[in-house]
């Protein structure tokens, strides 16, 4: 199994909501992120997890917020956000953090939209 | 952190090689150059990855030369399904901590593949 799975694969959501966005895989891989990705720009890097901790933090705004549950999976909240959040959200994994030739496994995204 | 530069934008035809550079003038000794390609709402896939000198795989090959200033992905007869968008990431995964090059996205390079 190659596959990163994401769900769901739509969205809709008020400013008032809370919702989540869920990420899964089963290759044994340690390390897990979230990519932000805007219409016809590149993904951003908003959170790395290692070893089911959190790493990196882009200086994302808190109204994400990242959970690692176990190695497998890796969930992002979300509370109260804005029209402008409206993105497609990406989930990756790799084998580990920190080996110079890593590769990364992209699911194929939530698409978000914040009314 | 190695910064990477690319064409924003190329047409080819079906059947032709292309060939997209990606300068990267502060690559370090320990960086590896790793390019991925992107459809629209779909998450990027790994394409290839490479150190020094050539690297060749089913879908591509990757030539870097001896001072590893720039490296070019050439695409051996493209056809329509080959149109998407091209990254090339370079940096070192064994300095985490902060942000590394091989984790951020540059602007990429849109290839258009015409019948």
């Known amino acids: 199994d190659t596959e990163v799975t994401q769900t769901p694969k739509h969205l809709v959501m008020g400013m008032t909501n809370k919702k989540s966005l869920k990420c899964e895989q089963h290759m044994g891989h340690r390390a897990m992120y979230w990519y932000k990705q805007k219409a016809k720009k590149p993904p951003e890097l908003m959170f790395v997890?290692?070893?089911?901790?959190?790493?990196i933090n882009e200086s994302v705004p808190s109204r994400f917020s990242p959970e690692c549950p176990n190695s497998s999976l890796l969930n992002l909240h979300l509370h109260a956000l804005q029209p402008e959040d409206s993105a497609l959200y990406l989930c990756?994994?790799?084998?580990?953090?920190?080996?110079?030739?890593?590769?990364?496994?992209f699911g194929s995204g939530t698409q978000l939209s914040v009314l | 952190l190695a910064k990477t530069t690319q064409p924003i934008s190329m047409d080819s035809y079906e059947g032709q090689e292309v060939n997209i550079t990606c300068s990267h003038n502060n690559i370090a000794t320990n960086d590896y150059i790793t390019w991925y390609q992107q459809f629209p709402s779909q998450g990027p896939r790994f394409i290839i990855q490479?150190?020094?000198t050539k690297v060749t795989n089913e879908v591509a090959s990757l030539f870097i030369p001896a001072d590893r200033k720039s490296s070019t992905l050439s695409l051996p007869r493209v056809s329509l399904s080959d149109t998407a968008v091209y990254y090339c990431l370079v940096g070192d995964m064994e300095n985490y901590g902060g942000s590394q090059g091989n984790l951020i996205f540059g602007k990429g390079t849109k290839l258009s593949v015409k019948p």
């Open positions: 490479g150190y020094k």
């Open positions: 997890y290692s070893y089911e901790k959190l790493s």
């Open positions: 990756a994994s790799s084998q580990d953090l920190g080996t110079a030739n890593e590769k990364l496994f």
